[in-house]
C-alpha cells in the first residue's frame, strides 16, 4: 500500500470513474440506472438510521437482545436493511457495557454500514485511522478527545470480509423519561464508530 | 460445505503472504486466535478479484489478543476470515462434527 496520504479521494474517485466508463462500455451497466440505484441508496443512508436502532435497543430490551443476536432481522421491525448494494451485507451489532469497550475499524480498505451511518468521515479512510486503531486503540481515541477508563477492555472489530459492524453505545446517565426520538437525538455518528462516547 | 470449525476453537492464519489480492491483512498473518462465531458461506474475495471460479466457504469471526499479533497491547482485535485461510492449531480442541 503507498504511503502517499494526499489525494487519495481523489485518486479513489478517478478510478472508480476509470472502472465505470469501462462498465458502461462494454454494455454491463447502464449509467442512467447506476445513477438511479446510486441515488435511492444514498437517499436512504443516514446516521439517523443508526440511532434510531440504538434509542430503541435502549428503550426496549427485548429488541435490543434481538439486535444483538441479529442484526439483519431486527432492523426490519424499524423498517431498514443492510439491502440497498449488489448483495445484503451481514449486521454485527457490538455493544459497549462498563467492562468492555467497541471500535469499528477496516484496515484493508474502508468497509462501512453506510444504510446505517450514511457515508463514512474521511479520517475513517485515512491510512492513519486504519493502521493505528488496531495497534494502539486506547491512544486513538485519547486523539479523540475519549480517555476511556483504564479498566475497560478494548476490542477492536476489523471488517474483512461481508460483515459490517455497529456499536451500541452505553446510554448516557439522567436520560430515564425520554422518548425514542429524544435519545436518538443524543447519538452521534463517532459514538456508533466507537471512537467517541454518547 | 458444512463449517469445519466451531466457537471456542483455537485456529492459525495462513502463514504465507501472496502477491494478490488478499483479505487477510498482514498484520494478521501465521497468528493464533479464537473462533467467536460462524458468518455463513459467501465466495472467497482472494480469488473472486482474480476472476477464479470461487464456492461460498464459510466465513468465521476470529478473535486475538493484541499481544499475539503486535507483541504489544491489552485489547483484543477481530478479523472476519474465510475458512481456507484457516487451520487448526495442533494438540487444540477441534469440533470433529
Not at chain 1, 479513489?12 to 454494455?27: D, F, K, Y
Not at chain 1, 430515564?176 to 429524544?182: A, Q
Request: glycine share 8%; proline share 6%; net charge negative.
Amino acid at each position: 500500500m503507498s504511503g502517499e496520504h494526499h489525494g487519495t479521494d481523489a485518486t479513489l474517485a478517478a478510478q472508480v470513474r476509470h472502472v465505470e466508463a469501462l462498465l458502461e462500455e462494454r454494455g454491463l451497466v447502464d449509467p442512467a440506472e447506476l445513477d438511479r440505484a446510486l441515488e435511492a441508496f444514498l437517499a436512504r443512508a443516514s446516521p439517523a438510521n443508526g440511532s434510531r436502532v440504538v434509542a430503541r435497543a435502549w428503550l426496549d430490551a427485548g429488541f435490543r437482545a434481538r439486535l444483538l443476536a441479529d442484526g439483519n432481522t431486527a432492523l426490519v421491525e424499524l423498517g431498514l436493511s443492510m439491502g440497498g448494494g449488489l448483495q445484503e451485507q451481514r449486521l454485527k451489532v457490538v455493544e459497549n457495557t462498563a467492562d468492555a469497550h467497541n471500535v469499528i475499524v477496516c484496515t484493508l480498505c474502508s468497509c462501512y454500514p453506510i444504510a446505517l451511518l450514511g457515508p463514512s468521515p474521511t479520517w475513517y479512510k485515512s491510512e492513519a485511522y486504519r493502521s493505528r486503531v488496531v495497534r494502539g486503540p486506547r491512544a486513538v481515541l485519547a486523539e479523540f478527545g475519549f480517555d476511556l477508563d483504564p479498566a475497560v477492555a478494548i476490542t477492536v472489530w476489523d471488517a474483512s470480509a461481508e460483515t459490517r459492524y455497529l456499536v451500541l453505545p452505553r446510554r448516557p446517565a439522567g436520560t430515564h423519561g425520554l422518548d425514542e426520538r429524544s435519545l436518538a437525538a443524543l447519538v452521534t455518528r463517532n459514538g456508533l464508530i466507537g471512537v467517541a462516547p454518547v | 460445505m458444512t463449517d469445519r470449525f466451531s466457537p471456542g476453537t483455537r485456529v492459525q492464519t495462513c502463514r504465507t503472504d501472496p502477491s494478490h489480492h488478499s483479505r487477510l491483512p498482514r498484520y494478521a498473518r501465521g497468528a493464533v486466535g479464537t473462533i467467536l462465531e460462524p458468518q455463513g458461506q459467501h465466495p472467497l474475495a482472494d480469488d473472486r478479484a482474480r476472476g477464479l471460479p470461487c464456492d461460498p466457504l464459510p466465513v468465521y469471526t476470529v478473535r486475538f489478543a493484541a499481544r499475539d499479533l503486535f507483541d504489544e497491547g491489552e485489547h483484543s482485535v477481530t478479523l472476519d476470515i474465510w475458512e481456507s485461510n484457516l487451520m487448526p492449531v495442533e494438540g487444540a480442541e477441534v469440533d470433529q462434527g
